[in-house]
């Protein structure tokens, strides 16, 4: 069975699409009907634009999202058994399995990209990378963090086996840092992000989406979608938007998502995207997966 895979932000580089873009009428049309859903000329940033541009959320979320749907939508191989994707990439594989128009799911990550950022100009805060501690030490260390110091610090993204992200105020990750050092981390990353994606720091963003997904038309999906929140299949619509409104608030479970794919029966993964990001987290979660792009 082939599981298609889609990245979130981060994953992005000036000149992303651009040959797609020049050599396939399909993509080319989903590329400038984008940037006429969105008001301005998107493919100008990602293709010529600086990476400051591209890298604010209001314009990094639309961007990897419209890539990575072109990508798929505009292959002619894309034949999908499952879809799941990290963080932004899920609203990308709802797009892949039918769930989604390509109009509404970019729409609906428009929003999302401007009320993530709304948020946080309200809480400054931050994320981190945490390599070589155990998924229970980070939940422990964050939990007593947030008890004793009274900051906002979570795990955010569980990425694979040794490597998690955490997301909270300035303080909380800061303080959280110092104490996995001591614990031996391996090593610790300050990730260049705009705020404290999958942590209660998003809420006044959760509610700006619930409101704009229960808007939005759901069709039923041509295969499951693995969501971030319980790292379960589903092709329940009702279900399927709970868990992304869910989303931002809580925890990506990346790696648990992975090895639930693996163990319902996928061999290959394949990436849509900018990038090979996942291909690596998917490798390290199941050493025997068939990982390539499409």
């Known amino acids: 069975m082939t599981a298609y895979v889609f990245p979130g932000q981060g994953a992005q580089h000036i000149g992303m699409g651009k040959d797609i873009y020049e050599a396939n009428p399909v993509a080319k049309d989903l590329f400038e009907k984008a940037n006429d859903i969105l008001g301005f000329r998107i493919t100008d940033i990602k293709f010529h634009g600086t990476a400051d541009q591209l890298k604010e959320t209001k314009v990094t979320q639309p961007a990897v999202f419209i890539h990575s749907v072109v990508v798929a939508l505009a292959s002619d191989s894309f034949k999908p058994d499952m879809v799941a994707g990290h963080s932004l990439g899920e609203f990308s594989s709802l797009v ?144 399927i938007k709970k868990n992304l409104i869910l989303q931002l608030t809580a925890p990506v479970r990346w790696t648990q998502s992975v090895q639930k794919m693996v163990d319902d029966g996928a061999k290959t993964f394949v990436e849509c995207g900018p990038g090979r990001v996942l291909q690596g987290l998917v490798k390290k979660i199941h050493r025997e997966a068939e990982t390539r792009s499409l």
């Open 96 to 239: 892949a399995n039918k769930t989604l128009s390509f109009e509404d799911g970019l729409q609906l990550v428009s929003k999302r990209a401007m009320a993530m950022q709304k948020a946080c100009e309200i809480n400054p805060s931050t994320m981190a990378a945490v390599l070589g501690l155990d998924d229970k030490l980070v939940e422990e260390i964050c939990a007593d963090v947030a008890a004793k110091e009274k900051e906002i610090v979570v795990a955010a993204n569980y990425n694979c086996p040794g490597q998690i992200v955490i997301s909270g105020t300035m303080k909380g990750v800061d303080a959280a840092c110092e104490k996995f050092k001591a614990a031996g981390a391996k090593h610790i990353v300050h990730l260049q992000v705009g705020g404290a994606f999958h942590s209660p720091l998003m809420e006044p963003a959760k509610e700006e989406l619930a409101a704009a997904i229960e808007s939005t038309k759901f069709s039923q999906p041509i295969c499951p979608v693995y969501q971030n929140v319980n790292a379960l299949p589903s092709t329940d619509i009702t279900e």
